[in-house]
């Protein structure tokens, strides 16, 4: 099984997670994505939307838990370096424009 990588999460990105042409035949599917890749981002998805109830605090021990171990069946798909973008909700499409200097040094 291939882990989720950072290819991935940047389409995630660039998509907002979202996969239309898997299930509307009237949109293209584009060029950049693969088949199934709407499995991928539901991983995704559900990561993070259970991290951000987490750190809201709002929920109770039970859900929390239940939500925690989700997380960690879930985790096992994502790289460790997708799965940190994902913990800090850090959204990297586009890329961030480089300055002269950053430039001068790739």
Not at 3 to 15: A, E, N, R, S, V
Not at 58 to 82: A, C, P
Not at 87 to 98: C, Q, T, V
Request: charged share 35%; net charge neutral; aromatic share 14%.
């Amino acid at each position: 099984m291939n882990k989720i990588d950072l290819q991935t999460y940047k389409l995630d990105c660039k998509y907002n997670g979202q996969a239309e042409w898997e299930d509307d035949f009237r949109i293209g599917k584009p060029k950049d994505v693969y088949k199934g890749i709407g499995n991928d981002f539901h991983i995704i998805d559900t990561i993070s939307n259970n991290l951000f109830m987490i750190k809201s605090g709002l929920y109770s021990k039970e859900l929390m838990k239940g939500m925690l171990m989700e997380i960690d069946e879930l985790k096992i798909k994502l790289t460790d370096e997708v799965y940190g973008f994902v913990e800090r909700n850090e959204n990297i499409y586009p890329e961030p424009k480089k300055n002269f200097f950053q430039r001068l040094f790739k």
